[in-house]
Structures are given as structure tokens and as C-alpha cells.
């Protein structure tokens, strides 16, 4: 069964950084594509970054190309998600997904409806 765990979140002020991981299980990183997403309170889940299974193809959305870098260990099976010059806006529960489309060796996708087997999401909470 594939299932995902993400951690590391935390409050954090301001221009601050956190490291968010995924660890997969039932699956290895080279089968699938991986995304990581948040809901901010009372607005939709939004795409953040993903990971091609090939390891080499990204995508960052355009608020976090500057301060988010995505990364990942496959001997540890884990996908990080590595967040400098954090901002108030970006409060949210943070997720990550499967991405099992024909284009995940290359290719990967931060459209919410595109990616499963959701983790449970950790908070990361940044104060003014």
C-alpha cells in the first residue's frame, strides 16, 4: 500500500526556514513522482513543488521559486522540501502526494486533482 508521512513542520518567524520531509512507503521514489502542496485556513489546497521519479525534473510554483528548494533521498526513501525566507502567507498544513501519471519519469504535476495517496500534512506556521 503506498502511504506517505510528511514532518518537520513547526512556527517559525518570519524570515525564517524549515525543512519538510515525506517518507514513502509501498513504493520506491524511482516509480512515481512526488508533490508537495498546502491549505492555508479557509482557501483551497494549492500545488507547491513536485519531483519528477527520475529525480531530475522540478517545478516550482511562481510565489516560492526563490525561497523553496525540493530534494530527495533514495536511499532514505524521503522527498524534501527545504523553505528559506519564509512569509506570514506562507501558513499553511503541508502535504505531500503521488504523482502516477505516463510522465512521471520526466515530468511531474502540482494540480491537486492529478496527485493521491495524500499524507496526513504537517503545520508550518511562520509569524509576523
Known amino acids: 500500500q503506498l502511504q506517505l508521512m510528511e514532518s518537520g513542520g513547526g512556527l517559525v518567524q518570519s524570515g525564517g526556514s524549515l525543512r519538510l520531509s515525506c517518507a514513502a512507503s509501498?513504493?520506491?521514489?524511482?516509480?512515481?513522482?512526488i508533490g508537495w502542496f498546502r491549505q492555508a485556513p479557509g482557501k483551497e489546497r494549492e500545488g507547491v513543488s513536485c519531483i519528477s521519479s527520475n529525480g531530475i525534473g522540478t517545478f516550482y510554483v511562481p510565489s516560492v521559486r526563490h525561497g523553496f528548494t525540493i530534494s530527495r533521498d533514495t536511499d532514505k526513501n524521503m522527498v524534501f522540501l527545504q523553505m528559506n525566507s519564509l512569509k506570514p502567507e506562507d501558513t499553511a498544513v503541508y502535504y505531500c502526494a503521488v504523482y502516477a501519471g505516463a510522465s512521471r519519469y520526466y515530468y511531474c504535476s502540482v494540480d491537486v486533482d492529478e496527485n493521491e495517496y495524500w499524507g496526513q500534512g504537517t503545520q508550518v506556521t511562520v509569524s509576523s
Open positions: 509501498g513504493f520506491t521514489l524511482d516509480e512515481y513522482a
